[in-house]
């Protein structure tokens, strides 16, 4: 069984990608948020990946963590789910707000989803909720621990602060700076645009 599948993008689909490895090209099907993260051709990629034999299909699915290959397991342990309806979940809901849904019996959530129908959806939940309880607490404690833009904004205007500013023109600046970096998350490059705009004054 292939685990795990690194390589040169060669091109891609709809809902796979042609991954060169060493000069063999692997058709990796995968949820559509993922294909849309690729990069161009000739660039290096890596999918977690899970094996799909029955009959006479043999195919590859992959995914850009391990969470996501986990869920399609077990999605696929629910009877009427098969690998392209696994797909379309994942490709609609990310993996956080997927075990959300079960978690709180949102059948509604799931039956938006192309191939899912309300009998679909209820055995999803009433399968799936026990074997993904722990995965849903974990997704909410990782919520819980991300810093709120409120905060990142908060330990930008200390640090300036402690730089000597004051507490009004650091609080504008870093406002001002947070709009121009595309990372809200990153408290370093808010802080060095916080400072340009300081510095101009």
């Not at 696994?86 to 707000?97: F, G, T």
């Not at 009998?119 to 995965?135: G, H, P, Y």
């Not at 330990?155 to 406002?175: K, M, S, T």
């Given at each position: 069984?292939?685990?795990?599948?690194?390589?040169?993008?060669?091109r891609?689909?709809?809902?796979?990608?042609?991954v060169?490895?060493?000069?063999?090209?692997?058709?990796?099907?995968?949820?559509?948020?993922?294909?849309?993260?690729?990069?161009?051709?000739?660039?290096?990629?890596?999918?977690?990946?899970f094996?799909?034999?029955?009959?006479?299909?043999l195919?590859?699915?992959?995914?850009s963590?391990?969470?996501?290959?986990?869920?399609?397991?077990?999605?696929?342990?629910?009877?009427?789910?098969?690998?392209?309806?696994?797909?379309?979940?994942?490709?609609v809901?990310?993996?956080?707000n997927?075990?959300?849904?079960?978690?709180?019996?949102?059948?509604?959530?799931?039956?938006?989803?192309?191939g899912?129908?309300?009998?679909?959806?209820?055995?999803?939940?009433?399968?799936?909720?026990?074997?993904?309880?722990?995965?849903?607490?974990?997704?909410?404690?990782?919520?819980?621990?991300?810093?709120?833009?409120?905060?990142i904004?908060?330990?930008v205007?200390?640090?300036?602060?402690?730089?000597?500013?004051?507490?009004?023109?650091?609080?504008?600046?870093?406002?001002r700076?947070?709009?121009?970096?595309?990372d809200?998350?990153?408290?370093?490059?808010?802080?060095?645009?916080?400072?340009?705009?300081?510095?101009?004054?």
């Amino acid at each position: 069984m292939i685990a795990e599948l690194s390589g040169k993008l060669s091109r891609i689909g709809p809902d796979f990608a042609i991954v060169n490895v060493g000069g063999v090209g692997y058709k990796v099907y995968a949820p559509v948020s993922v294909i849309a993260d690729l990069p161009g051709a000739g660039g290096a990629v890596r999918f977690f990946t899970f094996t799909y034999v029955k009959e006479d299909i043999l195919a590859l699915y992959g995914f850009s963590d391990l969470d996501q290959q986990t869920v399609f397991e077990l999605l696929l342990t629910v009877s009427g789910v098969g690998p392209k309806v696994a797909l379309n979940i994942l490709s609609v809901l990310p993996v956080e707000n997927l075990v959300d849904a079960i978690a709180t019996d949102d059948h509604h959530a799931l039956v938006r989803i192309p191939g899912i129908g309300p009998k679909t959806a209820q055995r999803i939940v009433l399968e799936l909720k026990e074997k993904t309880a722990e995965l849903a607490w974990t997704k909410r404690v990782e919520r819980r621990a991300r810093p709120t833009e409120r905060d990142i904004l908060a330990d930008v205007v200390e640090g300036l602060i402690g730089l000597g500013y004051a507490r009004n023109d650091a609080r504008g600046a870093a406002e001002r700076a947070a709009q121009t970096v595309p990372d809200m998350t990153n408290t370093a490059a808010i802080v060095r645009e916080a400072l340009k705009l300081l510095n101009v004054r």
